[in-house]
């Protein structure tokens, strides 16, 4: 299991930063019978056998793996997967139950009280979910907190606080309480306050996922402009794709209180290490996730085949609505064929007895929907026109034009 | 079958024992506790019922609005026009005295309860006996251990008077939000920082509601104790009702009710901001103020 830790570095290259966090084997169980627990753990039983057996909760199961000075880390998985347990460990909050957790060299699992407090005052702050802003007191004795408890004297702590608050932007609000903030402002606090006392470690529990998708956003880009003016080691814990993908440098993905994956963003889209870590990335992969029933548009006009239809009224309506091609469709909404503006006209001056049907494009043929847009990407692109897509029923659901396939595979950037 | 477990015996014989064994230390508890009452009875009675009315007129102008401040003179006036005044503040300052002792005691023991559950359930069943005990009942082992007046009456008092403050105290320590103490642990809090710092201001309201029913208990309690000598408007009732003098019973017993009201709504209004806004009352805020003052002109004086 050791390896397994060395591993995620050796994928690296030798002049990588060091490793500012080390996890070896580290096990979380809640309960009173966790020794018991562990013991099934490791004879190999499975999570809900050892729960039923001895009622104790696997919190975290058998973490390894290593954080580099300087990274955004991201930890990812569903409620439930033991993030923010994981998150806890680091700093004690939450006892490990077994298992070593080194920061800068230093074995945290086997530091006394004393030197835990020293290491979160000096070391490690925490931004917590719901922003956790003592009520009571100011934006600046809040952000001032950290110092204020590790004994800072008033002038200095007021300083370097009111100059966190500045490189958020709220010193304005220095003298505001948080009840007076927005929820972003707030989060804006929680972090000037963990910054402000300098650390190299920052811990961030589902930061902003309280917030609103704008603002998350915006947050976002300051946690990564305060990373580009000082490099931290950063550890969040998100249960949010997108998020873990635009900040992260590396993203761990729990499941079950099992590390199942730890890799770049990129690794981990190419070869997801199981179905469950797929299932994250799945959206993210439009081209073989889609079908192109999905991303078909009912954009273009339909002419209905029906007998004594008048030709001169179907190029009436696509010249109005400024239309190269139209689609014709059974009564029944069957798909016949496509038509251009140009190729009915030859018909017409032909004069034959069904103009539709010697109007039909000859070289279109329909997509199925059930096709994958991967399958059928060739075929749009190679096509000078929209390609019309058919249920299989033959129905006629919509086309894909060059533009909106292309539009379908940016969002997958 | 007839069962007879004397209780009562074995209750008077424990007095009885304590009284025997323990008198030199309950005479140095009744002189602390005897100055103690003597020091602000004297700090109350010093100040002239003018000054007195004035002082509190304008605290409850600040804390609460003008409305209750004019109630408050004018009810103190009507108990200096029915000539309890003197007996009004010596109730006063037992009651202050109780309940600076109930909270020296009741809180640091709320804490404790808050702190270990198996403290909690030693103490709770205490408590329960404290608050539902008859109050008379008290009277008898105070008025034996410690003679008659103000002394015992206080200390009955402040058994009656406490178990609201502990339980707040308990209640409100334990209702603090999970996040608000990981965030005090996570920035390096020890126990001690934890408590003064994160865990006790966010209780402070369920805190001040402990404060606020220890007095409202004690006043009642106080009145009851004129029964042993405690003096006061309790005495006031006491002739009132022994005389069968309806008039100066009703007296007595208006006077304890503007000081239950007064004191009530005074306290209670501590655990909320002040309806004036006066800066000078928050130096926390004008201090931020300063700083960002400090720094928004800083800039300026280095360019200059």
């Known amino acids: ?413 | 079958m007839e069962y007879d477990f004397s209780i009562g015996a074995a209750a008077s014989a424990a007095v009885e024992y304590t009284l025997d064994n323990f008198s030199p230390m309950l005479d140095v508890i009744a002189d602390v506790i005897g100055y103690f009452a003597a020091g602000i009875k004297s700090g109350l009675s010093w100040l002239s019922p003018w000054a007195f009315i004035s002082i509190i007129a304008l605290f409850a102008l600040w804390r609460i609005g003008w409305k209750f401040a004019v109630l408050c003179g004018a009810a103190l006036l009507l108990i200096v026009g029915m000539g309890l005044w003197k007996e009004t503040i010596e109730t006063l300052s037992l009651v202050v005295a109780a309940t600076a002792i109930a909270i020296m005691i009741g809180i640091p023991l709320g804490i404790l309860m808050a702190r270990s559950s198996i403290t909690g359930a030693g103490i709770r069943p205490l408590l329960d006996l404290m608050q539902t005990m008859p109050a008379f009942v008290y009277l008898i082992p105070a008025a034996m251990f410690f003679g008659l007046g103000a002394v015992p009456g206080i200390i009955a008092t402040v058994i009656f008077s406490m178990p609201p403050v502990v339980r707040l105290t308990a209640l409100g320590l334990r209702q603090v939000n999970r996040e608000f103490v990981e965030a005090g642990l996570a920035f390096g809090c020890t126990d001690r920082q934890l408590l003064l710092k994160v865990q006790f201001p966010l209780a402070l309201p369920s805190i001040m509601a402990g404060v606020n029913q220890t007095i409202m208990l004690g006043l009642s309690m106080v009145v009851i104790a004129s029964m042993i000598g405690a003096g006061g408007l309790g005495n006031t009732v006491l002739t009132g009702i022994q005389r069968l003098d309806v008039g100066l019973g009703f007296e007595g017993g208006l006077a304890v009710v503007i000081l239950a009201v007064i004191l009530d709504r005074l306290t209670q209004s501590l655990s909320r901001p002040a309806s004036l806004k006066i800066a000078v009352f928050s130096p926390g805020r004008i201090r931020a103020r300063q700083d960002a003052a400090q720094l928004e002109t800083a800039p300026i004086k280095t360019g200059a």
């Open chain 1, 1 to 413: 299991m050791i390896q397994n830790g060395d591993n995620v570095c050796s994928g690296k290259a030798a002049n990588q930063p060091a490793d500012k966090i080390v996890l070896r084997n580290v096990f979380k169980v809640f309960g009173s019978d966790a020794s018991r627990a562990i013991k099934m753990i490791q004879a190999g039983q499975s999570k809900d056998a050892v729960q039923t057996e001895t009622r104790c909760t696997i919190g975290v199961n058998n973490a390894s793996f290593s954080v580099q000075e300087g990274e955004i880390f991201v930890v990812m998985g569903l409620s439930g997967s033991g993030k923010s347990t994981l998150l806890r460990l680091l700093n004690r909050l939450i006892e490990p139950t077994l298992g070593s957790i080194l920061v800068d060299g230093q074995t945290v699992t086997s530091m006394s009280k004393l030197d835990l407090i020293e290491l979160r005052r000096r070391d490690m702050s925490m931004v917590f979910q719901n922003f956790a802003l003592l009520p009571n007191r100011t934006v600046l004795a809040n952000a001032a907190f950290g110092l204020e408890i590790a004994g800072v004297r008033e002038t200095e702590r007021n300083r370097k606080a009111l100059h966190a608050l500045e490189t958020v932007g709220l010193a304005r609000y220095a003298a505001s309480y948080p009840d007076e903030l927005s929820g972003g402002m707030k989060q804006r606090v929680g972090l000037a306050r963990a910054l402000a006392n300098e650390p190299t470690i920052l811990l961030m529990d589902e930061a902003f996922s309280a917030l609103d998708p704008l603002i998350r956003a915006e947050m976002q880009d300051e946690l990564l402009r305060l990373q580009a003016e000082n490099s931290r080691t950063i550890i969040f814990v998100s249960h949010d794709l997108d998020e873990a993908m635009r900040i992260g440098d590396r993203i761990a993905i729990m499941q079950d209180g099992v590390v199942v994956q730890v890799g770049t963003p990129e690794e981990i889209v190419i070869s997801p290490a199981n179905d469950y870590v797929r299932s994250f990335f799945r959206n993210v992969d439009v081209a073989q996730v889609f079908r192109a029933g999905d991303i078909a548009r009912h954009s273009q006009i339909t002419l209905i085949d029906r007998a004594g239809l008048s030709v001169n009224a179907a190029l009436e309506r696509m010249r109005a609505h400024d239309r190269d091609v139209a689609i014709v469709v059974a009564r029944d909404k069957r798909y016949q064929g496509m038509v251009s503006a140009e190729s009915l006209n030859d018909a017409v001056r032909a004069g034959g007895q069904d103009p539709y049907r010697q109007a039909f494009l000859p070289d279109i043929v329909p997509i199925e929907a059930n096709a994958s847009v991967a399958q059928v990407m060739g075929c749009v692109a190679g096509s000078r026109w929209p390609v019309p897509v058919v249920d299989p029923d033959g129905r006629y659901v919509g086309t894909i034009s060059k533009s909106s396939l292309l539009m379908t595979l940016d969002r997958a950037a």
